[in-house]
């Protein structure tokens, strides 16, 4: 679904918030029920505000990613009514969906990025539109990840992980906004 819109610059994207997520075995409940409450916060704030939400899913040809397993799904409980729906299958929503050109289309120059995971493919698109010219807020605790272990054997946890997506990403590709702030359209000032 590709809709074109009027009258606002600014765009909700949620990325991955899918199903798809449940099937894998990193899977943790507990991590999500954070995330779940403050993106349906920002979901429900953008639409309140008349801010377009765009939703992204990412597919792959086979497993729980796949258009096939029935998990390319909006992730439960969230309830999202999208203005525009995009596949993609690299980890900027920007590279093959269609949204460059919708977002040039509909006259876009202000991107909220949102979604699963948190340094993949939300850090990845954030960069990608910066670099494309867009203002970027990185709303931080609408996104989601999981812990990873690095070739050492250290296990990063999922706040380690967003912290430090938050500080490479600061000043230079993205504002760092809470929820509220990106709603007001407020953040840490973006680099020159």
């Given at each position: 679904m590709e809709q074109k819109m009027s009258g606002h610059d600014t765009v909700l994207l949620v990325i991955d918030a899918q199903e798809s997520f449940r099937h894998r075995d990193y899977w943790d409940e507990n991590f999500?029920?954070?995330?779940?409450d403050r993106q349906q916060a920002l979901i429900d704030g953008a639409e309140a505000d008349g801010i377009p939400v765009i939703q992204i899913f990412h597919v792959d040809e086979d497993g729980p990613f796949s258009e096939a397993s029935?998990?390319?799904s909006t992730l439960a409980?969230?309830?999202?009514a999208p203005k525009a729906t995009f596949r993609k299958r690299r980890h900027?929503?920007?590279?093959g969906s269609g949204l460059d050109v919708w977002l040039t289309e509909n006259g876009?120059?202000?991107i909220l990025v949102?979604?699963?995971r948190t340094e993949q493919c939300c850090e990845t698109t954030a960069r990608h539109a910066s670099d494309l010219g867009y203002q970027v807020d990185y709303v931080g605790e609408a996104t989601l990840t999981f812990p990873m272990t690095d070739a050492t054997g250290r296990t990063w946890s999922a706040k380690e992980i967003r912290d430090r997506t938050e500080l490479v990403l600061s000043g230079r590709f993205?504002?760092?906004a809470t929820v509220d702030q990106a709603l007001a359209g407020r953040g840490k000032s973006l680099a020159a």
């Open positions: 999500a029920s954070a995330y779940i029935g998990f390319v409980p969230l309830r999202i900027s929503a920007l590279v876009v120059r202000r949102s979604g699963i993205a504002r760092i």
